[in-house]
T-cell receptor, first 111, second 113 residues
Framework: DAGVTQSPTHLIKTRGQHVTLRCSPI?????VSWYQQVLGQGPQFIFQ???????GRGNFPDRFSARQFPNYSSELNVNALLLGDSALYLC??????????FGSGTRLTVV | DQQVKQNSPSLSVQEGRISILNCDYT??????FLWYKKYPAEGPTFLIS?????DKNEDGRFTVFLNKSAKHLSLHIVPSQPGDSAVYFC????????????FGKGTRLSVIA
């Protein structure tokens, strides 16, 4: 069985651009969460979606948005990229909210 | 305001000995705690968890202890192996299912052969 898959694995963007990151959860998992991990820190919660509805949002600016599709896959969008948005973006899926399985992440570099 | 704290950024242990990684939390609403292991260029991998109704959970070489009154948990790895060398994150969640995880900053464990 495939785990949580994220694409792309690496991405380089210029300041001011926008980016879309994608995540496919484990089959049967209806909850998808997004986390940002900057160097030297633990992952920080950005969004959680369950059954296509936003269930939680972390302390991130409105430049960050996300959505979940009918097949439970998800996209994270970041507009007007800043240098500080450079990080590893992790997607996690869960069946009932306690056992989170993470993907390998998308490494975003903003130059 | 860090709700989950891992005060040791790094730990070095000899192969075969016990590794003890510590984690403190401040939010009394947390009722579920997890440990994740992370290698470079990979996402965090779930190791072991514990619910607040327990004070110990064991899985092979890994044991997690929870002291609710002290708001402290620890991960014991016995015996430590070189393949255990990684960054270990403590995470907590609470309130109900589908609540987000709050992570500590991680502890880098080096197991020396």
């Amino acid at each position: 069985d495939a785990g949580v898959t994220q694409s792309p694995t690496h991405l380089i963007k210029t300041r001011g651009q926008h980016v879309t990151l994608r995540c496919s959860p484990i089959s049967g998992h209806k909850s998808v969460s997004w986390y940002q991990q900057v160097l030297g820190q633990g992952p920080q919660f950005i969004f959680q979606y369950y059954e296509k509805e936003e269930r939680g949002r972390g302390n991130f600016p409105d430049r960050f948005s996300a959505r979940q599709f009918p097949n439970y896959s998800s996209e994270l969008n970041v507009n007007a990229l800043l240098l500080g948005d450079s990080a590893l973006y992790l997607c996690a899926s869960s069946y009932q909210g306690y056992g989170y399985t993470f993907g390998s992440g998308t490494r975003l570099t903003v130059v | 305001d860090q709700q989950v704290k891992q005060n040791s950024p790094s730990l070095s242990v000899q192969e075969g000995r016990i590794s003890i990684l510590n984690c403190d939390y401040t939010n009394s609403m947390f009722d579920y705690f997890l440990w994740y292991k992370k290698y470079p260029a990979e996402g965090p991998t779930f190791l072991i968890s514990i619910s607040s109704i327990k004070d110990k959970n064991e899985d092979g070489r890994f044991t997690v202890f929870l002291n609710k009154s002290a708001k402290h948990l620890s991960l014991h790895i016995v015996p430590s192996q070189p393949g255990d060398s990684a960054v270990y994150f403590c995470a907590a969640s609470g309130g109900s299912g589908n609540t987000p995880l709050v992570f500590g900053k991680g502890t880098r464990l080096s197991v020396i052969a």
